[in-house]
């Protein structure tokens, strides 16, 4: 019977540090996810700043492609004028 018992015993001690083990294991995955969580939530800011300079971008852009077009529409019509004030000289 004493042998029983020193078996329970161990099997018992054995157990009680598999689930201190466990325990601390789940502590330190717990750290390890919140840094990560941590980072994750880094990465999401840099990223929605990247979009949003990306977005002022892209609005610049548009912005200088319009006044580029609305320069080269000027130019022609002046262009233009001048043609025809030259023409209009001539006759």
């Known amino acids: ?3 029983f018992q020193d078996d329970a015993t161990k099997q018992l001690d054995i157990l009680q ?3 201190q083990d466990a ?3 789940s502590k330190d995955l ?3 996810l919140k840094d990560l969580t ?5 990465f999401s800011r840099e990223k929605e700043e990247a979009e949003r300079r ?8 548009t912005e200088l492609e319009l006044d580029v077009k609305d ?3 000027r130019i022609s019509r002046h262009i ?3 043609v025809s004030n030259s023409n209009r000289e001539k006759c």
Not at 38 to 42: I, P, R
Not at 54 to 61: F, G, P, S, Y
Request: glycine share 0%; net charge negative; hydrophobic share 30%.
């Open 17 to 19: 540090r598999e689930i």
């Open 71 to 73: 320069l080269q529409e």
């Open 23 to 25: 325990h601390e294991e």
């Open 38 to 42: 941590k980072e994750v939530q880094e």
């Open 1 to 3: 019977m004493l042998c």
């Open 54 to 61: 990306q977005t002022e971008a892209i609005k610049k852009q």
């Open 80 to 82: 233009q004028a001048k």
């Open 30 to 32: 717990e750290k390890v």
